[in-house]
């Protein structure tokens, strides 16, 4: 293919992906599956790595979010962003509607009724067409530029669906749908990391995030509701904006009506008033806004909001009942989480009996005991919390809860880590977290087992087939063939698989133990740099963080993780069953002077450290191992050897000194 072919297929891509982005996320109606859009996704992506210099801009590759930035740049809007007057009954609309009408002097005024929902507003401008930049509101003059990041919202278009020529700037609200914000707070729970207090926070942290990578993975879409400025002619009525707005690719809400009355806009705010619980977004009211652009000029703005639009603001839903005990859940990351259970009360469309306390020092905070009279409100109307305690209803028999020091489950000791809020059980094969352990160890980054899915490791733990990790290793085909929906042949495949992930390089390993903090980057840092898992559980903190990549809050998890007697026993059972410890030398090993040989390190060498030589080793297609046997080819001996020297010479295994040892590597 030459560069004219490329261009010419590239576009293409571009203009069928964002065709079927606009059909699935605006218009909620896919032409194509998941996997067909994933490999239209792929081909485009693998065309620009080749000709990097056909990247443009708005390419659909760029929403997956591109390089972390260093700040925020500022962008002053166009036109000032306001706000808007709050009115909270029907008597304070009916005031905003006499004097909407007083000021037009009684000619005949439309509205158009939005929903308010909770998020964050932003500004964005298309120059030609084409996604230039966009920003939050910040003091309504000037924003923060997060082009980057608005860009992974795949509801905003990169490119309008119609030309419109010069400058267009669009205004809208981001959000996180209630599905997601309750997600991302369970996550961030078991994380032990701060909670966002609403979706509008959630969105407003996912959007301001430096590095857009971990905006595009926090499912954030947008309303339009407005246009800030244009240039060229526009549609009269603030009604067909929003129609046009949709035309050109934008996601404009269904619910949007217009009546011909106040009274008509009123009810039918009082009837999302009932019905907003339904939604899978949370609004905090209705927006009632003239139609007429030109009477919206008319009617002008304050310095602080437009005269010719308010906010009907819906009460925050809030109930008092009590709280009859707490309890303790031990999440999947071992993190404990105290939940209250409490007497069954009505609140924002469910039932509510329960409400995570999240940590012991909210608990203080807040001074919660068992028995109190207590408010709760739902954290996006999804989410029940106890807002705070009525002390004054104290009978004198209320418990002050104190937090187990053992883990409820196992009854492991539990820990706290230095600037963390939660107390976690460190036990790697406690019960409570034994299913997502055995998950994250099969997985794909992990030890990659095919076959091994949820439904397996499901049934291996009802028939209490496996207490932890190593046990995978000690299945044999006829007790997989005993599970249920399984056949001889899967049984004898994922036999295979399983004794297949022995041969797995030592980062899938490392990875797969799930170590707190440690993902498949640090996985793979700490095994080139500590070359088998042996070496890294003896790894001081100060080791760790030697190593660039290597932060103190990863170097504090992993000690602590091989502190562990518990994680030693698995781990060494792991060893017994055969798993490989050792970073695998590179394929092209077997061809290298040294490969097949295995070398023992002891005593100090002097002219160069312990890494250094296993690196040197390695590099030739060696390997070392922590202890000596038969098969030891050669103990290196340096100052002070140990009893490893002692025991060569017992099986005759060849000794090097550090000069033989020298000489030896520069034959090679
Ligand atoms: S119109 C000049 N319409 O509510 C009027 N705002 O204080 C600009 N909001 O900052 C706002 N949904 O973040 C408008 N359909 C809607 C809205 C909406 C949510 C937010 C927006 C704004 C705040 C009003």
Same mark, same amino acid.
């Given at each position: 293919?030459?560069?004219?072919?490329?261009?010419?297929?590239?576009?293409?891509?571009?203009?069928?992906?964002?065709?079927?982005?606009?059909?699935?996320?605006?218009?909620?109606?896919?032409?194509?599956?998941?996997?067909?859009?994933?490999? +239209?996704?792929?081909?485009?992506?693998?065309?620009?790595?080749?000709?990097?210099?056909?990247?443009?801009?708005?390419?659909?590759?760029?929403? #997956?979010?591109?390089?972390?930035?260093?700040?925020?740049?500022?962008?002053?809007? #166009?036109?000032?962003?306001?706000?808007?007057?709050?009115?909270?009954?029907?008597?304070?609309?009916?005031?905003?509607?006499?004097?909407?009408?007083?000021?037009?002097?009684?000619?005949?005024?439309?509205?158009?009724?939005?929903?308010?929902?909770?998020?964050?507003?932003?500004?964005?401008?298309?120059?030609?067409?084409?996604?230039?930049?966009?920003?939050?509101?910040?003091?309504?003059?000037?924003?923060?530029?997060?082009?980057?990041?608005?860009?992974?919202?795949?509801?905003?278009?990169?490119?309008?669906?119609?030309?419109?020529?010069?400058?267009?700037?669009?205004?809208?609200?981001?959000? %996180?749908?209630?599905?997601?914000?309750?997600?991302?707070?369970?996550?961030?729970?078991?994380?032990?990391?701060?909670?966002?207090?609403?979706?509008?926070?959630?969105?407003?942290?996912?959007?301001?995030?430096?590095?857009?990578?971990?905006?595009?993975?926090?499912?954030?879409?947008?309303?339009?509701?407005?246009?800030?400025?244009?240039?060229?002619?526009?549609?009269?009525?603030?009604?067909?904006?929003?129609?046009?707005?949709?035309?050109?690719?934008?996601?404009?809400?269904?619910?949007?009506?217009?009546?011909?009355?106040?009274?008509?806009?009123?009810?039918?705010?009082?009837?999302?008033?009932?019905?907003?619980?339904? +939604?899978?977004?949370?609004?905090?009211?209705?927006?009632?806004?003239?139609?007429?652009?030109? /009477? /919206?000029?008319?009617?002008?703005?304050?310095?602080?909001?437009?005269?010719?639009?308010?906010?009907?603001?819906?009460?925050?839903?809030?109930?008092?009942?009590?709280?009859?005990?707490?309890?303790?859940?031990?999440?999947?990351?071992?993190?404990?989480?105290?939940?209250?259970?409490?007497?069954?009360?009505?609140?924002?469309?469910?039932?509510?009996?329960?409400?995570? +306390?999240?940590?012991?020092?909210?608990?203080?905070?807040?001074?919660?005991? $068992?028995?109190?009279? !207590? @408010?709760?409100?739902?954290?996006?109307?999804?989410?029940?919390? $106890?807002?705070?305690?009525?002390?004054?209803?104290?009978?004198?028999?209320?418990?002050?809860?104190?937090?187990?020091?053992?883990?409820?489950?196992?009854?492991?000791?539990?820990?706290?880590?230095?600037?963390?809020?939660?107390?976690?059980?460190?036990?790697?094969?406690?019960?409570?977290?034994?299913?997502?352990?055995?998950?994250?160890?099969?997985?794909?980054?992990? %030890?990659?087992? %095919?076959?091994?899915?949820?439904?397996? @490791?499901?049934?291996?733990?009802?028939?209490?087939?496996?207490?932890?990790?190593?046990?995978?290793?000690?299945?044999?085909?006829?007790?997989?063939?005993?599970?249920?929906? %399984?056949?001889?042949?899967?049984?004898?495949? $994922?036999?295979?698989? @399983?004794?297949?992930?022995?041969?797995?390089?030592?980062?899938?390993? @490392?990875?797969?133990?799930?170590?707190?903090?440690?993902?498949?980057?640090?996985?793979?840092?700490?095994?080139?740099?500590?070359?088998?898992?042996?070496?890294?559980?003896?790894?001081?903190?100060?080791?760790?963080?030697?190593?660039?990549?290597?932060?103190?809050?990863?170097?504090?998890? #992993?000690?602590?993780?091989?502190?562990?007697?518990?994680?030693?026993?698995? $781990?060494?059972?792991?060893?017994?069953?055969?798993?490989?410890?050792?970073?695998?030398?590179?394929?092209?090993?077997?061809?290298?002077?040294?490969?097949?040989?295995?070398?023992?390190?002891?005593?100090?060498?002097?002219?160069?450290?312990? /890494?250094?030589?296993?690196?040197?080793?390695?590099?030739?297609?060696?390997?070392?191992?922590?202890?000596?046997?038969?098969?030891?080819?050669? !103990?290196?001996?340096?100052?002070?050897?140990?009893?490893?020297? /002692?025991?060569?010479?017992?099986?005759?295994?060849?000794? +090097?000194?550090?000069?033989?040892?020298?000489?030896?590597?520069?034959?090679?």
């Amino acid at each position: 293919m030459d560069v004219e072919q490329a261009k010419k297929r590239i576009d293409e891509l571009r203009e069928l992906i964002e065709y079927h982005n606009y059909r699935y996320y605006v218009l909620d109606d896919p032409e194509i599956t998941d996997a067909e859009f994933d490999a +239209l996704m792929r081909e485009l992506m693998a065309l620009e790595e080749q000709w990097p210099e056909l990247v443009t801009p708005d390419s659909p590759s760029q929403r #997956v979010g591109g390089k972390p930035r260093e700040g925020f740049a500022t962008i002053r809007h #166009v036109v000032p962003m306001l706000s808007l007057a709050n009115v909270f009954d029907a008597g304070e609309l009916a005031e905003f509607g006499r004097r909407v009408e007083a000021a037009l002097q009684g000619r005949e005024v439309a509205y158009v009724v939005e929903l308010k929902v909770d998020g964050l507003a932003v500004s964005i401008q298309y120059e030609d067409g084409v996604f230039a930049r966009g920003a939050t509101r910040g003091d309504g003059e000037i924003g923060e530029d997060i082009s980057p990041n608005l860009k992974t919202i795949r509801t905003i278009p990169l490119r309008l669906r119609h030309p419109v020529p010069g400058l267009l700037e669009v205004r809208g609200e981001v959000f %996180m749908s209630k599905e997601s914000f309750a997600r991302l707070n369970e996550r961030r729970e078991e994380a032990g990391q701060p909670l966002f207090a609403n979706p509008r926070n959630a969105a407003a942290g996912s959007l301001r995030q430096l590095d857009p990578k971990v905006t595009a993975h926090r499912q954030l879409d947008i309303y339009v509701y407005g246009v800030g400025y244009h240039e060229g002619t526009a549609p009269e009525t603030h009604a067909k904006v929003l129609a046009w707005l949709a035309e050109l690719g934008f996601h404009v809400n269904e619910h949007i009506r217009r009546f011909t009355s106040l009274n008509e806009a009123l009810a039918y705010c009082e009837e999302w008033e009932e019905k907003r619980f339904e +939604l899978p977004y949370a609004i905090d009211g209705m927006v009632i806004k003239v139609d007429s652009l030109a /009477q /919206q000029e008319q009617l002008g703005a304050t310095l602080k909001s437009p005269r010719w639009a308010v906010a009907y603001k819906f009460p925050a839903e809030q109930a008092e009942t009590t709280v009859e005990d707490i309890i303790i859940r031990v999440g999947r990351t071992g993190v404990l989480t105290p939940t209250a259970l409490l007497t069954p009360v009505s609140l924002a469309g469910t039932t509510v009996s329960k409400a995570s +306390l999240h940590n012991e020092d909210i608990i203080r905070e807040r001074d919660i005991r $068992i028995g109190d009279r !207590v @408010i709760v409100h739902k954290a996006g109307e999804v989410i029940p919390e $106890i807002v705070r305690s009525l002390p004054e209803k104290r009978s004198g028999g209320e418990i002050v809860f104190r937090m187990p020091d053992i883990c409820p489950v196992c009854g492991t000791g539990v820990v706290r880590l230095e600037g963390e809020a939660a107390r976690r059980c460190p036990n790697i094969a406690c019960p409570a977290r034994l299913r997502e352990n055995l998950l994250h160890f099969v997985s794909r980054n992990g %030890m990659d087992i %095919m076959g091994a899915g949820p439904a397996l @490791i499901d049934q291996l733990l009802e028939r209490e087939m496996v207490r932890d990790v190593a046990d995978l290793y000690r299945l044999t085909v006829e007790d997989l063939a005993s599970l249920e929906r %399984m056949g001889e042949k899967s049984a004898r495949k $994922i036999h295979e698989a @399983i004794a297949g992930s022995k041969e797995n390089d030592l980062w899938r390993l @490392i990875f797969g133990l799930g170590i707190r903090h440690v993902g498949e980057k640090a996985a793979k840092t700490l095994a080139s740099r500590f070359l088998s898992l042996e070496r890294l559980m003896e790894a001081s903190i100060e080791e760790l963080t030697a190593i660039p990549e290597i932060g103190p809050k990863i170097a504090e998890s #992993v000690t602590e993780f091989f502190s562990r007697v518990q994680n030693r026993r698995v $781990i060494a059972r792991l060893i017994e069953a055969g798993v490989n410890t050792r970073r695998q030398a590179p394929a092209e090993a077997r061809d290298l002077p040294l490969s097949d040989k295995t070398f023992v390190l002891t005593g100090t060498l002097t002219e160069m450290t312990r /890494q250094e030589a296993m690196e040197v080793i390695e590099s030739l297609g060696g390997k070392v191992a922590s202890s000596v046997s038969k098969k030891t080819d050669f !103990v290196v001996a340096g100052e002070n050897p140990g009893s490893k020297l /002692q025991k060569a010479r017992e099986l005759g295994v060849k000794v +090097l000194d550090e000069n033989e040892f020298k000489q030896l590597i520069a034959n090679h």
